[in-house]
């Protein structure tokens, strides 16, 4: 059974930093793109970042470029997201997704998701 469990989730003020951490269980993760998205309330879910197995790409969202960081631990079937410079339109549940080889910003196009860890920025 495959399981992607989030955590590193919480309050932070305006311009402050986060990391998130999703930990994938149930099979190997080398060949399998992992994202974060995140959703609103009252908004469409939507893809913040995605690696590939090889971690050699990475793609971003606009809003979150210069900003997040994705990166991976093949080993550890790890994905990691650092969030620096938060801003109060950050806030949002966000979520691990993983699908098999291909890069997607489209939420449709992942097999698998986490339960969600919410991110709360004050300003």
């Known amino acids: 059974q495959v399981q992607l469990v989030e955590s590193g989730g919480g309050l932070v003020q305006a311009g402050g930093s986060l990391r998130l951490s999703c930990a994938a269980s149930?099979?190997?993760?080398?060949?399998?793109?992992m994202a974060w998205f995140r959703q609103a309330p009252g908004k469409e879910r939507e893809f913040v970042a995605s690696a590939s197995w090889s971690d050699s790409s990475t793609n971003y969202a606009d809003s979150v470029k210069g900003r997040f960081t994705i990166s991976r631990d093949n080993p550890q079937n790890t994905v990691y997201l650092q969030m620096n410079s938060l801003k109060p339109e950050d806030t949002a549940a966000y979520y691990c997704?993983?699908?098999?080889?291909?890069?997607?910003?489209?939420?449709?196009?992942?097999?698998?998701w986490g339960q969600g860890t919410q991110v709360t920025v004050s300003s």
């Open positions: 149930g099979r190997t993760f080398s060949r399998y793109v």
């Open positions: 997704a993983a699908r098999f080889l291909k890069s997607s910003p489209y939420s449709n196009d992942y097999n698998y």
